[in-house]
C-alpha cells in the first residue's frame, strides 16, 4: 500500500512539474494572450482531469474545471460542470445561484455565437431567462453574486503575468492559477455594468427600497435600509438586522425578508455608511436598538410586530437588543451568535490574533475593507512576526503599523468583568426574556459557545423560556444559510442538508404570522447525530446523552484501559519551552493513511472499540496537573480514528487555567502544587463513533501565533513578553485526570 502511494505521489508531482509552451509575449500582448488561453487551457485540462479526477475532494476539482473550459470557450460544458458543482454543494438548489456571474457569461458567449447577435444584447437576453427561473429567496442575493471587484481582477492578473516575464513555459501550478484570474478580468469586466443595470431594474420593479438616517435621543445617526415588496401593500410584521458589515449585504438582507413576505429592515451600526459617530463594536446596541425598534413598530408599513435575525456580530445584536427588551419585539432568530467576552475576541479567556484583522475590517472605513481582510498573506505575516519577536501582546497592533485604541481597550478586560456584561443581558436579565427564541449553531461554528451559552444563561435564569436550538454538522457560515454538503472535507449526512433561511422564515411565520410550528422543533433542543442520518428532540441540554465515558490520561500499553480508573497515581511529564520559536512541528502516525499534529502536546489512544458508540454533548471532567508557573493555557482535542484509518475532530477545548473555574474572576495558581482545572465550555458534538475505531486525546499547552502567550508570571497576559519565560513550563498531567466524554443511547 505505501509502495502504490508513493508511487501515485510521484506520479503527480511529475504531471505537475511537467510545462506548457506560452510564448513570452503574451504577457505584454493583449492580443496574443487572447489567442494563446484557448490552447493552454485546453491543455490544462487534460492534466487537471489526469491529476485530480480521483482526487477525495471533489469540489476543487469541479470548481476549477468549469474555469478552465470557460478559458477554453467550451461553454456548454462549463455550465453542466458548474451545474454538477452546485449539485455537489448542496442539495435541493440551495446554492442554485452560485458563480451564476459566469453562468450569465457562458451563456451569453453561447447565445452569441447561435443567435449571431451583439455580446450585449445575448446577455440581456440570457439573464432575464437564468433570473426569473431562480426562486425568489435566490434571487435576492444574485446581486451579491456579481458584484466583483474588477480593478482588483485586472491587478492579479497583472500579477499573474509578471511572474512569466523572460520565460518561454508556465508549470501546472501557474498555469490553473493564470487561466483563473484571466477568467474573473474577462468575465466581470464583460458583464458586470451590464448585469448590475439589469438587477437595478428588477429590484425597482419588485421592491421599494429606501435607506434613511435614524437620529437617537442622544444625537446620534444610524443609517437604516427598507425594503419592502411592493405586491405586499398591507402593513406587514417587520424582520430587523442590525448590521456592522454595511454595504451590498444590507439590501440583500433587506430583500431577503421581502422575498419571504415581510417587510426588511436593516440597520447599520454607529460610524457606519452614513453616520459620522464614533464606531466601537459591541458597545451600543444594547442602547441603539430600543430605539429603532420603537420607530419600526410606528411606521405606516409596519403591523407593530417586529423580529430579529442574523449571524455572528449580527446574532449578538439580538441577544443585545433584548438587554432591554422593547414591547413590539415579538421574537428573535440569533445564529451563531458571538459570545462577546465569552468566546470572541478571546475564547475562554484567552485572547486571538484574529481580533485585530477583525477590527481593522470593520472600521478603517465605513463600510467593510475586504482587501486588507483578505490579504491572508499580510495578517500571517503580522501575527507571525509578532510571535518570533517575543514581544507582548499588546505590541501586536503597533507590530501591524497601526496602533488601534479598541484592541487595547479589549485587551484591557481579560476577564468577563462589566466592560462586557453591560452589552448583553447577564445573570438575572435573562429572567426578564420572555419571548420566543430560535437559537441555531453548528459542531463546526466557531461561535458555537457563545450560541450555547446564551441559550443556557436563559433556561438558568427563566425555567419557563420558550427558546429552542436546532444545532448540527455545520460551519459558521452554514448555521445561518444552508448545510453545505461537504463540511471540513466530510459529507454531512442528507437529513442535515436543510435550509437554515427557510427554518427561520417558518418560524417567523409561526410566531408573527400564527403559521405552523416548524416541523423538525419538535422539542426544545434538536440535534442530528452525524453518521446515523438522523435527527433527535430533547427538552434541555442535559439530555443529549444518557450516561458518558471517563477517559484517564493513563498509557493504555503499560496501565490497560484508558476507560478505567488508574489503580496507582502516577503522572507524564511535559516541558514547553517559550524562549523557542523555531520549534518544528511533531506528528503521530495514526495508521498508515493518516498523521496528527502533535506539536506541544502529548497524546493518550483507547484501544479499539468493540462497539459503536454515540458521542453526543460536551466535553466535561478535570484535569489534575502541577505546574513550576502561577497560570498556563491549555489545548484539549478529542480524535476519532476511523476503522479505515483515517482520523476525524470530535471536539476541541482551550482554556486559561486561571479562569478556568469563573471566567470573570482570575485564581492563580501555586506553582509545584497539584491542582485541579475543570473542563468547562468545550465544543459539542454529536457522532456515530463505529466499532473498531479508536479515540486519541491530545492534552497540552497553547503557544501559537494565532494567540496570546501566556508565560505564567501571574501578570496580565497581555503585558508579558518573552523576557517573563523564565524556565521552560513543566507539566505534570496526573493519570487520575480524566476527560468526561457524553455518551446517548436510546
Not at 446596541?285 to 430605539?291: A, F, G, I, N, V
Not at 509578532?386 to 481597550?409: E, H, M, T, V
Not at 479505515?644 to 469563573?662: E, I, P, Q, V, W
Amino acid at each position: 500500500m505505501k509502495i502504490k502511494i508513493l508511487l501515485a505521489l510521484i506520479f503527480v508531482n511529475l504531471m505537475q512539474a511537467q510545462k506548457f509552451h506560452f510564448p513570452q509575449k503574451a504577457v505584454t500582448d493583449s492580443l496574443v494572450l487572447e489567442k494563446q488561453m484557448q490552447g493552454l487551457a485546453l491543455q490544462v485540462i487534460t492534466r487537471h482531469q489526469l491529476v485530480n479526477r480521483q482526487t477525495a475532494n471533489k469540489l476543487d476539482f469541479l470548481d476549477n474545471l468549469f474555469r478552465l473550459q470557460m478559458v477554453a470557450k467550451d461553454y456548454p460544458k462549463s455550465i453542466e460542470t458548474l451545474s454538477d458543482y452546485r449539485s455537489q454543494y448542496a442539495d435541493h438548489n440551495m446554492a442554485g445561484n452560485r458563480f451564476i456571474g459566469y453562468e450569465f457569461y457562458s451563456l451569453a458567449k453561447i447565445a452569441e455565437n447561435n443567435l449571431h447577435i451583439p455580446f450585449k444584447n445575448a446577455l440581456s437576453k440570457v439573464f432575464t431567462q437564468k433570473y426569473e427561473s431562480l426562486t425568489d429567496p435566490l434571487k435576492a442575493k444574485v446581486k451579491m453574486m456579481v458584484d466583483g471587484d474588477v480593478n482588483d481582477y485586472r491587478k492579479n492578473l497583472k500579477k499573474a503575468l509578471d511572474k512569466q516575464k523572460g520565460k518561454d513555459s508556465i508549470d501546472y501550478n501557474s498555469a490553473l492559477a493564470l487561466c483563473k484570474s484571466y477568467l474573473n478580468y474577462k468575465t466581470y469586466s464583460g458583464i458586470k455594468p451590464q448585469i448590475m443595470q439589469l438587477l437595478e431594474a428588477k429590484d425597482q420593479a419588485k421592491f421599494i427600497i429606501e435607506t434613511r438616517n435614524l437620529q437617537t435621543k442622544n444625537g446620534n445617526t444610524l443609517a437604516i435600509t427598507i425594503v419592502r415588496k411592493k405586491e405586499n401593500p398591507s402593513p406587514l410584521p417587520v424582520i430587523l438586522t442590525n448590521n456592522i458589515y454595511a454595504g451590498q449585504l444590507d439590501a440583500y438582507i433587506g430583500k431577503r425578508a421581502a422575498s419571504y413576505n415581510y417587510v426588511g429592515a436593516v440597520v447599520n451600526t454607529r460610524g457606519k455608511r452614513n453616520s459620522n459617530d464614533e464606531n466601537n463594536p459591541f458597545e451600543y446596541e444594547s442602547r441603539d436598538l430600543y430605539e429603532v425598534i420603537d420607530w419600526l413598530s410606528r411606521q405606516p408599513w409596519s403591523n407593530g410586530k417586529v423580529g430579529m435575525m442574523g449571524g455572528s456580530y449580527l446574532g449578538f445584536s439580538q441577544w443585545a437588543a433584548v438587554k432591554k427588551l422593547h414591547p413590539a419585539l415579538k421574537t428573535i432568530v440569533p445564529q451563531v451568535a458571538v459570545g462577546v467576552g465569552i468566546d470572541y475576541p478571546a475564547q475562554n479567556n484567552i485572547f486571538m490574533s484574529y481580533m485585530l484583522q477583525w477590527i481593522h475590517y470593520v472600521t478603517n472605513n465605513k463600510y467593510t475593507d475586504e482587501a486588507d481582510f483578505t490579504n491572508f498573506t499580510k495578517w500571517d505575516s503580522i501575527n507571525t512576526a509578532w510571535y518570533k519577536s517575543g514581544k507582548s501582546f499588546r505590541a501586536l497592533d503597533s507590530i501591524s503599523g497601526k496602533p488601534n485604541n479598541i484592541f487595547q481597550r479589549w485587551l484591557d478586560h481579560p476577564g468577563y468583568d462589566q466592560y462586557w456584561q453591560k452589552m448583553v443581558p447577564y445573570q438575572e436579565d435573562f429572567s426578564k426574556i420572555n419571548i420566543p427564541v430560535l437559537t441555531t449553531t453548528g459542531y463546526y461554528d466557531d461561535d458555537q459557545i457563545g450560541a450555547l451559552y446564551y441559550f443556557k444563561e436563559h433556561y438558568k435564569y427563566n425555567k419557563n423560556a420558550e427558546h429552542y436550538m436546532v444545532i448540527g454538522p455545520y460551519n459558521h457560515g452554514g448555521a445561518q444559510s444552508f448545510g453545505f454538503t461537504y463540511v471540513n472535507g466530510n459529507p454531512i449526512d442528507p437529513a442535515a442538508r436543510i435550509s437554515i433561511d427557510d427554518l427561520a422564515f417558518s418560524w417567523f411565520d409561526y410566531i408573527l404570522k400564527n403559521g405552523k410550528k416548524p416541523e423538525i422543533l419538535k422539542d426544545k433542543v434538536n440535534f442530528q447525530i452525524m453518521n446515523t442520518n438522523t435527527w433527535k428532540h430533547v427538552p434541555d441540554l442535559d439530555k443529549v446523552h444518557t450516561t458518558s465515558l471517563s477517559f484517564y490520561l493513563q498509557d493504555r500499553k503499560n496501565r490497560g484501559s484508558v476507560f478505567d480508573k488508574p489503580n496507582h497515581k502516577s503522572f507524564t511529564q511535559q516541558a514547553v519551552d517559550f524562549k523557542d520559536r523555531n520549534k518544528k512541528d511533531t506528528y503521530y502516525m495514526v495508521s498508515k493513511k493518516d498523521s496528527i499534529k502533535t506539536t506541544n502536546s502529548i497524546y493518550f489512544e483507547s484501544e479499539v472499540l468493540d462497539h459503536d458508540l454515540i458521542i453526543s454533548g460536551n466535553l466535561s471532567g478535570f484535569f489534575n496537573v502541577s505546574i513550576n508557573k502561577k497560570d498556563f493555557d491549555t489545548n484539549t482535542y478529542l480524535y476519532q480514528i476511523q476503522p479505515d484509518g483515517k482520523s476525524f475532530l470530535l471536539s476541541t477545548h482551550m482554556a486559561r487555567a486561571s479562569y478556568a473555574r469563573d471566567r470573570a474572576v482570575r485564581k492563580l495558581l501555586e506553582p509545584n502544587t497539584i491542582e485541579q482545572i475543570p473542563i468547562h465550555h468545550s465544543i459539542f458534538v454529536s457522532k456515530k463513533i463505529e466499532k473498531g475505531s479508536k479515540l486519541l486525546l491530545l492534552v497540552g499547552v497553547n503557544k501559537s501565533p494565532n494567540w496570546q502567550i501566556n508565560y505564567g508570571t501571574g501578570k496580565d497576559v497581555s503585558d508579558e513578553t518573552i523576557q517573563d519565560s523564565g524556565e521552560p513550563l513543566e507539566v505534570r498531567w496526573y493519570n487520575d485526570s480524566y476527560v468526561e466524554i457524553p455518551v446517548y443511547k436510546d
